[in-house]
């Protein structure tokens, strides 16, 4: 079992930067893929980007891809997602997902452990 909890939204002008990160409890973090996905209000959570267990492997939604930038420290326990040139339509709510296994995930379905999400905005 793995519990996550995100930190780092906030308020942002377009152009800007942010970074998101999300704090796993659990001696077991390294077996775990995890994912960033977000939902916009009125919208469907969508999927943002994910890493493999060793950090190996990432993978991006084509919208963020060149900007956002996925990272894990095993031995912090901790996933980040770095977000530069941000754009108004990245509002949104932003989510931590976890899953045991070795593999990159990017269906919601996919991920059996979320995080509570942090709110970014991004103003024009």
């Known amino acids: 079992q793995v519990q996550l909890v995100e930190s780092g939204g906030g308020l942002v002008q377009a152009g800007g930067s942010l970074r998101l990160s999300c704090a796993a409890s659990?001696?077991?973090?390294?077996?775990?893929?995890m994912g960033w996905f977000r939902q916009a209000p009125g919208k469907e959570r969508e999927f943002v980007a994910a890493?493999?267990?060793?950090?190996?492997?990432?993978y991006y939604a084509d919208s963020v891809k060149g900007r956002f930038t996925i990272s894990r420290d095993n031995v912090k326990n901790t996933v980040y997602l770095l977000m530069n040139s941000l754009k108004p339509e990245d509002t949104a709510v932003y989510y931590c997902?976890?899953?045991?296994?070795?593999?990159?995930?990017?269906?919601?379905?996919?991920?059996?452990?979320w995080g509570q999400g942090t709110q970014v905005t991004v103003s024009s």
């Open positions: 997902a976890a899953r045991h296994t070795i593999v990159v995930v990017i269906t919601e379905d996919g991920y059996d452990h």
């Open positions: 659990g001696r077991t973090f390294r077996n775990y893929g």
């Open positions: 890493i493999s267990w060793s950090g190996g492997r990432t």
